[in-house]
């Protein structure tokens, strides 16, 4: 059974920085891709960044310098630094391994809310 558990959300002021971590069980966590999306209000949910199991990484332009995506195939986990966030930031973020011509392999986790202020 496959679970994804997305931490470490929280409120921030913009300019700030948040780290969010995400612990997936239940499949091959190191040959698979894994990405970081978001959902913000009336929004449809967006692929932010990207890890291969390789560690090659891609970023949305929207995020591009200021997020960063890493991963530790020891604990299971994916994370993403994220610097210099904007109002605009706030969302919703899961993570969940993405399929190559879009959408994701699994169901989606509970998420981890993050909100940004001006």
């Known amino acids: 059974q496959v679970q994804l558990v997305e931490a470490g959300g929280g409120w921030v002021q913009a300019g700030g920085s948040l780290r969010l971590s995400c612990a997936a069980s239940?499949?091959?966590?190191?040959?698979?891709?894994m990405g970081w999306y978001r959902q913000a209000p009336g929004s449809q949910r967006e692929l932010v960044a990207s890890i291969s199991s390789f560690a090659s990484t891609n970023y949305a332009d929207s995020v591009k310098g200021r997020f960063t995506i890493s991963r530790d195939n020891g604990k299971n986990t994916v994370y993403l630094q994220m610097n210099s966030l904007k109002p605009e930031d706030t969302a919703v973020y899961y993570c969940n391994v993405p399929r190559p011509y879009g959408g994701a392999a699994y169901s989606w986790g509970q998420g981890t809310h993050v909100t940004v202020s001006s």
């Open positions: 239940g499949f091959f966590f190191a040959s698979n891709a």
